[in-house]
């Protein structure tokens, strides 16, 4: 089983959804202002950093290109953030940050920027979980199982190979400061508060991208530098950044927890059924899937998919797509 950050989260916000969304590919047709911001504005700073040896007037000019070949124009036209917004932005970025106090691990032949992975996490499903019962039977000539458990093993003790679980993903960057190594995290948001960096630990997407960033590098990732942009509809810009931590015993819960995820996805899949986790519905905004659900008639929530609705498969090594888990 393949899984990423945001269809992990998903699921653990709402099997429904993830039903809706991972299993069956339906989305909004239009994405939000927000997404299509935060795409375009980690298109430019991939280049900004990309190229951190330039000069600050090539690295702003390859930036703002970056944002325009990144801006997706089905954003609503009526959002305060728009491309010229972003640009500007980025402009402001660029003032802010002209000379960096951390360097890019690998510049300049390979700087580790925008590096997407997908790494075997090293743990396994249960056997009663990996495939089909008739694939099963095939592989082994035998339907009985004996109950082995161990995550970490690859072979159930009744002879049945299990399937590997993999995590992926696209970190934004792997860089050096003080003499340690993190992994760099890039955040657009409208709610840079003074708890906005609560958030982070604990937090799925930042320890599964300090963990990739050290099997990617070889080297040992203390963290994550969050580097937080706080763009408005009105007032200054706000920049502000935060050192999260990780150490061993963060990384094998995380390992754990995944894995616990991809077993209830992995039954769900297997049972058909899909439960609905209601305290999503209204939390924190109206889940984006809401006006299908609050449909009796299994017809109606079908029409109301395929009118307002788009089918797109999820694919977690798409920038575009990803950006989906970037902005908050």
Request: charged content about 25%; proline content about 4%; glycine content about 8%.
């Amino acid at each position: 089983m393949k899984i990423d950050n945001f269809a992990l989260t998903m699921h653990q916000s709402c099997p429904l959804k993830f039903w809706y969304r991972m299993e069956n590919g339906w989305q909004l047709r239009r994405r939000s202002g927000a997404l299509g911001f935060g795409a375009a504005f980690h298109a430019g700073l991939a280049e900004w950093y990309r190229h951190e040896g330039d000069h600050v007037s090539q690295r702003l000019h390859l930036g703002i290109k970056a944002i325009e070949d990144n801006w997706d124009s089905s954003v609503p036209v009526d959002d305060y953030r728009t491309l010229q917004k972003c640009i500007q932005t980025f402009e402001e970025y660029a003032s802010e940050y002209p000379n960096e106090t951390f360097s890019v691990v690998g510049y300049p032949e390979r700087p580790m920027i925008e590096q997407t992975f997908t790494l075997a996490l090293g743990t396994y499903l249960p056997c009663r979980l990996s495939y089909p019962e008739d694939k099963r039977f095939e592989m082994t000539g035998r339907r009985e199982c004996n109950g082995q458990t161990d995550i970490f093993t690859p072979m159930c003790s009744c002879g049945r190979l299990k399937e590997p679980i993999e995590y992926g993903g696209i970190f934004d960057g792997v860089v050096e400061f003080g003499g340690k190594v993190y992994a760099l995290e890039h955040k657009t948001t409208s709610q840079l508060g003074d708890y906005y960096f609560t958030q982070f630990k604990p937090n799925n997407q930042i320890t599964g991208y300090i963990w990739a960033a050290g099997q990617l590098s070889g080297l040992d990732v203390a963290g994550a530098i969050v580097n937080a942009i706080g763009a408005y509809r009105v007032g200054k810009t706000k920049f502000k950044r935060q050192v999260t931590t990780r150490d061993k015993l963060d990384i094998e819960q995380w390992i754990v927890n995944v894995t616990a995820s991809c077993e209830e996805i992995a039954h769900h899949r297997l049972t058909g059924i899909w439960p609905q986790r209601t305290i999503a519905c209204t939390q924190y905004g109206l889940c984006e899937f809401h006006q299908v659900d609050t449909l009796s008639d299994p017809m109606w929530r079908q029409k109301r998919l395929e009118q307002d609705y788009v089918r797109e498969h999820w694919d977690y090594t798409r920038r575009d797509d990803n950006a989906e888990g970037k902005s908050s």
